[in-house]
């Protein structure tokens, strides 16, 4: 079981720098690219806001070679107990689960990998006190899930495989943990039943890409792009703060997928 702790109480985190790169990131649909300076200057925020929220981030280096580097959440996974370098599903993506390996080895003592073969992508892995729950997607496969569960008891903690809805890229693309008990889902998330024994706040019709909001500490971090979003929070009693996005929704960010968030004890 993964204590509330493990799920949104953390004081540590991982973050790496956008490359020039980054305009050419992978993307669902074509919005255009976007402009480096304002990735930039997003990313640069969403670090400040880390901070001030309590984590003590480690910042690294841009990596040119992969243009979606700074989406850190989808190689590993990352607990107070140990770390798991993942297999990331986009064969562009794949080289960063080597390139993430020795700062985890700095920062954990346990470091387990995903085996080759099977693939399986962070943005994919939503933790929630019941369980870890693991989405298939065109990123995450039986094999990786299956052989994720088996590296989460190592560490002490239970999978479960769900199914994300066809065309979405990612599970957390549709809901995210806001307390134990409570996950911010999408209409369409909210009717598969995956989320029956929670407590379920639905998104307004048209604020879907506000769903991957990120729970720290005493505050939730959602995107500024959704006004009504962010007042549903704010009335049901969260501390909301607005994150600009509109560079980095481009190539289909969302606010989990830019750090690696742990209690380190
Ligand atoms: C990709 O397609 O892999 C990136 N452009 C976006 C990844 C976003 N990651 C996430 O939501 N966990």
């Known amino acids: 079981m993964s204590s509330p702790t493990t799920c949104y109480h953390f004081n ?5 720098k956008p490359s020039s790169s980054v305009v050419s990131g992978l993307r669902a649909e074509d919005l255009g690219d976007p402009d480096y300076h304002g990735v930039k200057a997003e990313h640069d ?8 929220v309590g984590m003590r981030v480690t910042v ?24 798991i370098i993942l297999n990331p599903g986009a064969p562009s993506r794949q080289g960063e689960a080597r390139e993430i390996a020795p700062v985890l080895h700095e920062l954990f003592e346990k ?34 899930a299956t052989a994720l569960i088996e590296c989460l008891k190592t560490l002490g903690h239970r999978g479960e495989i769900v199914n994300t809805p066809e065309g979405v890229l990612h599970f957390k ?11 911010l889902v999408t209409r369409r998330m909210a009717q598969s039943g995956i989320f029956n024994d929670f407590r379920k706040v639905i998104l307004p019709d ?31 009693g969260y501390s909301v703060v607005p994150m600009k996005t509109s560079e980095i929704q481009k190539i289909d960010a969302g ?4 750090s690696l968030r742990w209690f380190r004890s």
């Open 255 to 258: 606010l989990s997928c830019m």
């Open 60 to 83: 690294l280096p841009a990596l040119e070679a992969f243009p979606d580097s700074i989406f850190m959440e989808d190689p590993a996974l990352v607990f107070t107990e140990g770390a």
């Open 111 to 144: 470091v387990l990998e995903l085996p080759q073969g099977g693939h399986a992508d962070g943005g994919d892995i939503l933790v929630t006190p019941k369980s870890v729950m693991i989405g298939l997607s065109a990123r995450t496969d039986e094999q990786g």
């Open 173 to 183: 693309t549709e809901c995210s943990l806001l307390d134990e008990e409570t996950v």
């Open 12 to 16: 540590s985190a991982i973050v790496r």
């Open 45 to 52: 925020a969403y670090i400040k806001t880390l901070e001030s």
């Open 206 to 236: 048209g604020d879907e890409p506000a769903a991957n909001a990120v729970r720290i500490n005493k505050s939730v971090l959602v995107s500024s792009n959704y006004q009504r979003t962010m007042e549903l929070l704010d009335q049901q």
